[in-house]
């Protein structure tokens, strides 16, 4: 009876959990290849950046997973139906290349969407699905971003459930991305298909910009509590947790179109978002400001807690341009970012008794300024630059 009961339990997870578990228990760090190259991706450039994060320290700071995005393949797929990477641009080919990077420390991220084209017009995997991921698995591929263009009627669901059996099917763990840009609301469904999943359109390097489909981080962040009904503690942030993330897509932290102060507080709000940090910067060529931005072990345990929350705003106010937000951490300690939303640096007052997450007296630390700076007990004023932050850690108070 106990041998049946076993098979019946082990049949139903099986019905309703198709992605690797055990994969992504904090937010997945590392790079992609669009942001910055776009279509110019090539072999050189992808062992060009190993080399450099592991000179600039970046892979020992967690940034592990190495994503070339979409134009790496030929335009058709051979005679037998397979995906073939571009000669021109990858001479060696994908498993060779996979090999150099797990040799020097990383993990292995691919692209494909499910449709029947990817967004660049490359050979989708809409039918493929299961071809796709053996091939994949053959070149060791550790991670898969999985597009949503030239979908058709298809529905995103069975879609992207498809993909994740047949990552499942072809026996080699694969972090699922799902980047189906949140029209679906994946959050409400792709717990058990994928690790992650987009909640909006893409980035750009602008701070509040818009231009088309992209949108500066800024506004990106405003969508993370307007994508439901109910803002805070019972928003978009309830869905997030370990093996399973709302991903505002990818960090622009260094690109030309921010200031170093915007960098900061683009890459500070994606770890209070418990966001995947995938860089997306020429990680060869960056200043040693943009480097000790992407490095900070103190920002990044933020981001990596244990714990899996999400953060969420717990106050904003226009007429002081100041907007906080909270995150809950392990061992009962919680982050708090103070945004200044200003043009013109200002003094930010952070009045802890109005933090109603944040109870009793803790001990205050500046994260980037690395000091501590007091206690809750009153109110703490910082000197701020315009679209900067203010970052902390509470911790309990000493007996």
Partial sequence: MRKILCLMLCLATSAFAQKWEGLALTPPMGWNSWNTFAGNISEKVVRETADAMVANGMRDAGFVYIVIDDTWSLRERDAGGNLVADPAKFPGGMKALGDYLHAKGFKFGIYSCAGTKTCGGYPGSWGHEFQDARTFAAW???Y???????????????????????????GRPVVFSLCEWGQ?????????????WR??????DSYDGRKGWESGWKRILDQQYALVDNVGADGLNKYAGPGHWNDPDMLEVGNEGLTPAESRA???????LAAPLMAGNDVRHMTPAIRDILTNKDVIAINQ????????????EPAKQIEIWVKELSDGEYAVIALNTGTAAADLTVEWDRLWTVGGLRQVRDVWARKDVGDTSKPYTARVDSHDVALFRLSAAAK
């Fill in 140 to 142: 060791g591929v550790d």
């Fill in 144 to 170: 898969l971003k999985y597009d949503w263009c030239d979908h058709g009627d298809a529905n995103a669901r069975d879609a992207y459930k498809r993909m994740s059996e047949a990552l499942r099917a072809a």
């Fill in 184 to 196: 679906n609301k994946p959050w409400e469904w792709a717990e058990n298909i994928g690790h992650l």
């Fill in 199 to 204: 909640t909006t359109g893409d980035i750009y």
């Fill in 266 to 272: 683009h890459f500070s709000f994606w770890c209070i």
């Fill in 305 to 316: 807690d244990k714990l899996g929350k999400q953060g969420f705003r717990a106050l904003a």
